[in-house]
């Protein structure tokens, strides 16, 4: 099984700042790699896929990198509704599996 | 609008059995594999299970084979997740999702399973 690390666990970031998510895989998952983000009592939505590819009408301010087994998820100039848990999640192999999740909070 | 509706979750006694279903609008179902996943209280996601578009194929992680099984009747645009033999770390939130390759484009809101004496 691929273990998905994420860190940090939580960042404390301001309005308009950048924030810099990290993903590591336990073994090379190419670019097999997506990022979700939720909210609270919400479902998950998909932002990335292939590593890079934002999905349908996911603002340009959401970008993501690497490949192999590190990865990052950078939110350019963070918005109040972007302040919520991160996923990343490989889908190189069964089973898929998920990080633990970085909170973004204010 | 595409749509994903989550339901049967309940509080059952551990051991007890339960159907979730997952009713489907808005895309050509038979032509997506579709996946449960989900989440404890609190916790993160764990992917559950995934079947093929046609049905014919199904997947499970190895720590749930054997006890749920995934379907669908996509003469109803419907899928189902039968889930036997429930512990209380089943409880959770259970999604189910659009695949999207093996990633989830779409998500219902999720149904409640509370396993509990």
């Known amino acids: 099984e691929i273990v998905m690390t994420q860190s940090p666990a939580t960042l404390s970031v301001s309005p308009g700042e950048r924030a810099t998510l990290s993903c590591r895989a336990s073994?090379?998952?190419?670019?097999?790699l997506a990022w979700y983000q939720q909210k609270p009592g919400q479902a998950p939505r998909l932002l990335i896929y292939g590593a890079s590819t934002r999905a349908t009408g996911i603002p340009d301010r959401f970008s993501g990198s690497g490949s192999g087994t590190e990865f990052t998820l950078t939110i350019s100039s963070l918005q109040s509704e972007d302040f919520a848990v991160y996923y990343c999640q490989q889908y190189k192999d069964r089973p898929l599996t998920f990080g633990g999740g970085t909170k973004v909070e204010i | 609008e595409v749509q994903l509706v989550e339901s049967g979750g309940d509080l059952v006694q551990p051991g007890e059995s339960l159907r979730l279903s997952c009713a489907v609008s808005g895309f050509n179902f038979k032509s997506y594999a579709m996946s449960w996943v989900r989440q404890a209280p609190g916790k993160g996601l764990e992917w559950v299970s995934s079947?093929?578009?046609?049905?014919?194929?199904?997947y499970y992680p190895d720590s749930l084979k054997g006890r749920f099984t995934i379907s669908r009747d996509n003469s109803k645009n419907t899928l189902y997740l039968q889930m036997n033999s429930l512990r209380a770390e089943d409880t959770a939130v259970y999604y189910c999702a659009k695949n999207l390759i093996r990633t989830f484009d779409i998500w219902g809101q999720g149904t409640l399973v509370t396993v509990s004496s």
């Open positions: 073994q090379s998952v190419i670019s097999n």
């Open positions: 079947i093929t578009g046609s049905g014919d194929t199904t």
